[in-house]
Nanobody, 124 residues
Framework: QVQLVESGGGLVQAGGSLRLSCAAS????????VGWFRQAPGKEREFVAA????????QYADSVKGRFAISRDDDKDMYYLQMNRLEPEDTAVYYC?????????????????WGQGTQVTVSS
């Protein structure tokens, strides 16, 4: 059974940092792209960052470019989102997801597997 479990969320002041982790289990995902998405209350789920299977290509939403960094450790089946200089607008539930495609996808519909999410709250 495929399972993705996010962790590392919490409450942080504006300007602070958090590192989200996502643990995958149930099968191997070394050929999958990894994405992070977020959803704030009353808003649609939006793309944050993605990395392709061989870590050659990454993509970021404009709103997080230069502040967030996505990475993956396939030896450990772990995926990460380093978030720096956090802003109140970053407050949301953050989800990791896996896309079997070779491209770096920004649309949620491209992703087959999802975690349950971890809450990130940034206070001003």
């Amino acid at each position: 059974q495929v399972q993705l479990v996010e962790s590392g969320g919490g409450l942080v002041q504006a300007g602070g940092s958090l590192r989200l982790s996502c643990a995958a289990s149930g099968r191997t995902f070394i050929t999958y792209a990894v994405g992070w998405f977020r959803q704030a209350p009353g808003k649609e789920r939006e793309f944050v960052a993605a990395i392709n299977w061989n870590r050659v290509k990454t993509q970021y939403a404009d709103s997080v470019k230069g502040r967030f960094a996505i990475s993956r450790d396939d030896d450990k089946d772990m995926y990460y989102l380093q978030m720096n200089r956090l802003e109140p607008e970053d407050t949301a539930v953050y989800y990791c997801a896996l896309d079997p495609g070779i491209a770096v996808g920004t649309e949620p519909r491209m992703y087959d597997f999802w975690g349950q999410g971890t809450q990130v709250t940034v206070s001003s």
